[in-house]
């Protein structure tokens, strides 16, 4: 069975390659992206079967990324939202976009990888 | 002339020939569930610094308002710096984990256990900082407590309670013993969720090998309720437990210790005991345990109304104008809420918290009989039109996500009076709605 592939968009250089390490020894193909722009080329690249966003970066914040690929059929890719943000009106913002899957730095990487297969899960079911 | 930057001025209306022109230092009580702009408070007759009549500049008012920016300056200031600590120290923690795990090749015992170590460190600098930010955003001028009718027995079930991170060398057992005939509380229940957590966590910390944890609630003079929270723990000295509250304790070595890992989660519990309007104490003994004991304030659906009804008042006769009641509800017509309602309510709840202004209130919804009503009182028009357009969209979600059937049971109702006894009746009105179809004899 062909390895799941997750995006990873974080504009921190460093919790980048910390999530691509993890996420490579637990099995997955990893693509990455810095900004939202990169992230948003990537999605329609690589077709990744999840993708992970950091909430702030430059060049289209994670919002501006699922505006982006509307037309794409973006509402049928699981996302994360991975953030240093525990404002609540972020969580809101985020339920009223769909998005159920929202982690907060920092956070425990058993969670982020439940999380994921959860995700990746759901869409299975056909129930994202 | 008032100057309009303060949100509030007295109470009491200041008559024309007293000469002080500074905004009064007092407004809303302690306890309203949010911060006051000053650090004064009226007294008991009602008179507050506005009443000074004195020259410009000179009030003690000034002083008062200085004194306040900066605290919130300062809790800003926090608050940002807190957020933005999170990045690397998450960088951090997960290098450290990774290398410990072997993910970056084989590592040796000794490696592992003073990765071991750096790691437990970086969780307590991550705890701390949780509760820096926690603090700070309590503290900063836009934070709101979300009171509610809380039953405290079902609150402290004990599987709301326990840790997954509990240390495993120590055996912890709890003993929950709050009664839930108990009348309500008016609380925010995840703060005060929150605030007991601190008290247990800190129980655990400070303690032996074992220790049993009691929780127990009661009813105080006063319309209050007292919740107890007793260790079999190491206990303080006198002089830790008699200035555990005391901003700059500078005690004994062992006090300092103490104080210096309890210090922000008791801050944060004193912090949240505060805004309930409540009463912190402590008994403790060396080696005897510690009890803490927080009082706050009994569900009382007419005086929270009547409290609002006041606040709101003092807020549009500052503003000049009147103020409105928004009065809607979310129900099925099955009957019970479903689940996805549920999730629905309390979005709406956060959403409403959010777009509410510094002048509104939302009272705590009534859940009686398979529908929910929001109950707020706001100043501005644009806040109706906001209120109604979410509930709108909830109801939408709901139909295309579960098919459940929605019924609005009274839409948003704008009610503009400038007549205060207009109002006032009004309110008795949307009172006996509101809490009177649930208590039957409490109606008066």
């Given at each position: 069975?062909?390895?799941?592939?997750v995006?990873?968009?974080?504009d921190?250089?460093?919790?980048?390659?910390?999530?691509?390490?993890?996420?490579?020894?637990?099995?997955?193909?990893?693509?990455?992206?810095?900004d939202?722009?990169?992230?948003?080329?990537?999605?329609?690249?690589e077709?990744?079967?999840?993708?992970?966003?950091?909430?702030?970066?430059?060049?289209?914040?994670?919002?501006?990324?699922?505006?982006?690929?509307?037309?794409?059929?973006?509402?049928?890719?699981?996302?994360?939202?991975?953030?240093?943000?525990?404002?609540?009106?972020?969580?809101?913002?985020?339920?009223?976009?769909?998005?159920?899957?929202?982690?907060?730095?920092?956070?425990?990487?058993?969670?982020?990888?439940?999380?994921?297969?959860?995700?990746?899960?759901?869409?299975?079911?056909?129930?994202? | 002339?008032?100057?309009?930057?303060?949100?509030?001025?007295?109470?009491?209306?200041?008559?024309?020939?007293?000469?002080c022109?500074?905004?009064s230092?007092?407004?809303?009580?302690?306890?309203?569930?949010?911060k006051n702009?000053?650090?004064?408070?009226?007294?008991?007759?009602?008179?507050?610094?506005?009443?000074?009549?004195?020259?410009?500049?000179?009030?003690?008012?000034?002083?008062?308002?200085?004194?306040?920016?900066?605290?919130?300056?300062?809790?800003?200031?926090?608050?940002?710096?807190?957020?933005?600590?999170?990045?690397?120290?998450?960088?951090?923690?997960?290098?450290v984990?990774?290398?410990?795990?072997?993910?970056?090749?084989?590592?040796?015992?000794?490696?592992?256990?003073?990765?071991?170590?750096?790691?437990?460190?970086?969780?307590?600098?991550?705890?701390?900082?949780?509760?820096?930010?926690?603090?700070?955003?309590?503290?900063?001028?836009?934070?709101?407590?979300?009171?509610?009718?809380?039953?405290?027995?079902?609150?402290?079930?004990d599987?709301?309670?326990?840790?997954?991170?509990?240390?495993?060398?120590?055996?912890?057992?709890?003993?929950v013993?709050?009664?839930?005939?108990?009348?309500?509380?008016?609380?925010?229940?995840?703060?005060?969720?929150?605030?007991?957590?601190?008290?247990?966590?800190?129980?655990i910390?400070?303690?032996?090998d074992?220790?049993?944890?009691?929780?127990?609630?009661?009813?105080?003079?006063?319309?209050?309720l007292?919740?107890?929270?007793?260790?079999?723990?190491?206990?303080?000295?006198a002089?830790?437990?008699r200035?555990?509250?005391?901003?700059?304790?500078?005690?004994?070595?062992?006090?300092?210790?103490?104080?210096?890992?309890?210090?922000?989660?008791?801050?944060?519990?004193?912090?949240?005991?505060?805004?309930?309007?409540?009463?912190?104490?402590?008994?403790?003994?060396?080696?005897?345990?510690?009890?803490?004991?927080?009082?706050?304030?009994?569900?009382?659906?007419?005086?929270?109304l009547?409290?609002?009804?006041?606040?709101?008042?003092?807020?549009?006769d500052?503003?000049?104008?009147?103020?409105?009641?928004?009065?809607?509800?979310i129900?099925?017509s099955?009957?019970?809420l479903?689940?996805?309602?549920?999730?629905?309510?309390?979005?709406?709840?956060?959403?409403?918290?959010?777009?509410?202004?510094?002048?509104?209130?939302?009272?705590?919804?009534?859940?009686?009989?398979?529908?929910?009503?929001?109950?707020?009182?706001?100043?501005?028009?644009?806040?109706?039109?906001?209120?109604?357009?979410?509930?709108?969209?909830?109801?939408?979600?709901?139909?295309?996500?579960?098919?459940t059937?929605?019924?609005?049971?009274?839409?948003?109702?704008?009610?503009?009076?400038?007549?205060?006894?207009?109002?006032?009746?009004?309110?008795?009105?949307?009172?006996?709605?509101?809490?009177?179809?649930?208590?039957?004899?409490?109606?008066?």
């Open positions: 069975m062909r390895r799941k592939k995006l990873v968009a974080d921190d250089r460093d919790i980048v390659l910390a999530l691509k390490i993890r996420l490579e020894a637990a099995g997955y193909e990893i693509v990455t992206a810095m939202g722009k990169e992230a948003v080329e990537s999605i329609r690249q077709k990744p079967d999840l993708a992970i966003l950091d909430i702030n970066m430059p060049e289209g914040n994670a919002f501006a990324v699922l505006d982006e690929l509307r037309d794409d059929g973006i509402e049928k890719l699981p996302v994360i939202f991975l953030t240093a943000d525990t404002q609540e009106k972020s969580q809101v913002k985020a339920f009223h976009r769909g998005i159920r899957h929202y982690l907060t730095k920092p956070y425990d990487p058993k969670t982020l990888l439940v999380l994921i297969e959860h995700a990746l899960d759901e869409k299975r079911r056909g129930a994202a | 002339m008032t100057e309009r930057s303060t949100r509030r001025s007295a109470g009491t209306v200041v008559p024309t020939g007293s000469v022109t500074c905004e230092a007092a407004g809303g009580r302690k306890g309203n569930g949010r702009n000053a650090a004064a408070n009226p007294d008991r007759n009602g008179r507050s610094d506005s009443d000074t009549t004195a020259t410009n500049g000179s009030c003690r008012s000034n002083l008062d308002r200085a004194r306040t920016r900066a605290r919130r300056e300062q809790a800003d200031f926090l608050a940002n710096l807190s957020h933005d600590l999170r990045s690397p120290l998450t960088s951090l923690r997960e290098f984990s990774i290398v410990e795990e072997g993910l970056a090749g084989p590592i040796s015992d000794q490696q592992r256990e003073y990765l071991g170590i750096a790691l437990r460190n970086a969780d307590a600098i991550a705890e701390m900082m949780e509760h820096l930010l926690v603090l700070t955003r309590m503290q900063q001028e836009s934070f709101r407590l979300d009171r509610r009718r809380v039953n405290l027995a079902e609150l402290f079930q599987d709301t309670l326990p840790h997954e991170d509990r240390p495993k060398e120590k055996d912890v057992s709890f003993n013993n709050v009664d839930p005939g108990l009348p309500d509380a008016y609380a925010d229940p995840d703060r005060l969720l929150e605030a007991v957590r601190n008290l247990v966590d800190n129980a910390k400070y303690s032996g074992a220790v049993t944890i009691t929780i127990e609630a009661a009813e105080t003079r006063g319309s209050m007292e919740i107890r929270v007793r260790d079999t723990g190491h206990g303080m000295d002089d830790t437990r200035n555990l509250f005391v901003r700059s304790y500078r005690g004994s070595q062992a006090g300092r210790k103490m104080l210096g890992g309890l210090g922000l989660g008791l801050s944060i519990v004193k912090e949240i005991v505060d805004l309930h309007g409540g009463r912190i104490r402590v008994r403790s003994q060396i080696n005897e345990g510690t009890e803490f004991r927080l009082t706050l304030p009994q569900f009382d659906a007419k005086r929270i009547t409290e609002s009804l006041d606040e709101m008042w003092q807020a549009a500052e503003r000049g104008g009147g103020f409105a009641f928004v009065h809607a509800g129900k099925e099955q009957g019970a479903s689940p996805s309602t549920e999730e629905a309510v309390s979005l709406v709840r956060q959403v409403l918290r959010k777009t509410l202004g510094p002048d509104d209130i939302l009272l705590p919804e009534d859940d009686a009989g398979g529908a929910v009503r929001f109950v707020l009182m706001v100043g501005k028009s644009s806040v109706t039109a906001t209120v109604r357009r979410l509930l709108r969209t909830v109801e939408e979600r709901l139909k295309m996500q579960s098919g059937y929605v019924e609005w049971e009274s839409g948003p109702t704008w009610l503009h009076s400038e007549n205060f006894n207009h109002l006032k009746e009004m309110a008795d009105v949307i009172f006996h709605q509101w809490c009177c179809a649930r208590e039957g004899k409490d109606a008066a």
